[in-house]
């Protein structure tokens, strides 16, 4: 009896296994990464160019251009993406537009090494067409980045042939707009063969076409390209399946319009970005506008030549202020989690003091005590410098960040220091280039305020000391925006008991 319980629990554990290696392209033995080149040709292990033609016309204008595209995954920055374009036709290209494209593509393929583009799950066979077996794909929306956010609105086909990857194309399913067209058809097709040396698939020639209205105008692009050599680290040549060495002609002259990416700062910078990081600028400006309200209460007041008064002051003597600061902060990167700032700028506050006095000290104050209402505005600068500590892994990141900055006010020919740590932790949506994040804020202000005091009608002085508390810690919520790859927004607020405080930042990188 006992046996057949167990034949029949193994019959069941069967039925219910998840069987493996289901994937429609595994099975036919294509690696199902080979789908991200649809999105980037750039996320290859080797060498090649590109012979480029694109043909665009808008109303009954057609213009046309031919180019060469260069990668080189080898350099000791990371990839390297560079534009040959012919020297007697220079002058019909914006060499400035093509840098900011290329610092652009480059930056984006540090994040795009690392992810998976397309939905696993979405990859099943479909029938046969055109005497090749179809294997559709979609991808994932989360993992696109918004500077390819055109992909979104498309969805893939694989096809193979003989058991052998012949080509990938993509459809839009909806139009949609890109870069002020409005498209209505859009085909990308990107035809593959196998290298000489080695196994697996590289792309051998592409074709994008995509039509619409611009500014009301018809419009349609075509966009060309054939992979005309390839070569691995050590400069040997990587040849296609029926393709010849000799092949291969530079036509020239041509100019060279690249981006140099081979930077001092920040230290090990590069050996990062070869590992899939994408980092920001180095160098930073940031106009930063803050405004906070602070509560403090009085713990303790001395007055030069009489002594201690505290007694004389009730447990609810206080003074509130409201300040503004405009700040300027320089700040650089010097390693890839290490950031060093300098601030300086100036601030206005308004504060309203409430002296809760009691009288008689000595007899529990037994009229309850008095008290005394007083404002005061005063205009300070204030300067100071910071350090951030900060990674990521995946889209998580956090960071802690410390800034050491003192007060100064002329007319009160008072100095206040003041210290903030600020520990964060967030989630970076790459889809829609926004970091939002969470964590706490500590604030402490030197806790003796000295004061002086010029009696009203006389030359005389009253000088002493005030002793300060306040709760220093407070919660913070906060979100940064990156326009561009130079242009981002912060935005944080923090509240606590005795301070609440919002800031925004504009930030400006190179």
Known sequence: MFKYIIAASLLLSLLQAKYFNTNPLIERGIDPQVLNLAVSIYKQDVSFEIDIKQTETVGNDTDVQAFKVLYDPYKKYGIDIS?????????????SDIKKELDLIMGLQSYLQSEKLYIPESIKYIGKKEGAEVIEFEFDEGAIPRELKEYRHLKGSVYVVSGRLEKIV??????FGYRGVD???YKKTLQFSKPVQGSGYLPSSF?????????????????????????????????????????YEDSGPYETISVNLDRTFPIYGQEVRKMGYDLPKPFGISLVNMYQETRFYMSGVYVDGVGDLSDYFRDNSKYENSTYAMLIRADMWVLPFLNFSLLAGGTSTSTDVNLDLCLAPGMGCPAGGIVVPGHVNTNSILYGAGATLGGGVDNFFAS?????????????????????????????FQSL??????????????????????VPNS??????????????????LGAQYAFNRHWEGNLLAAYGKDFQNVSLVLTYRW
């Open 83 to 95: 534009i040959k374009v012919p020297s007697k036709e220079a002058q019909k290209y914006d060499e």
């Open 433 to 454: 280039g926004l970091r939002a994040y969470g964590g706490a804020m500590y604030e402490d202000l030197k806790e003796e305020m000295p004061f002086r005091v010029t």
């Open 170 to 175: 993509l459809t839009n399913r909806e139009p």
């Open 459 to 476: 030359s005389k002085t009253i000088s002493g000391t005030i002793n300060l508390k306040a709760e220093k810690w407070a919660g913070t």
């Open 207 to 247: 074709n994008i076409y995509f039509k619409g209205t611009l500014d009301e105008k018809p419009y349609s692009s075509v966009l060309n390209g054939e992979f005309v050599r390839y070569w691995d680290k050590d400069k040997k040549p990587v040849l296609l399946a029926g393709a010849e060495e000799e092949k």
């Open 183 to 185: 498209v209505a058809e």
């Open 400 to 428: 802690v960040d410390f800034q050491y900055m003192i007060s100064y006010t002329d007319t009160a020919e008072v100095e206040t220091q003041i210290n903030i740590i600020t520990p964060i932790f967030g989630y970076y």
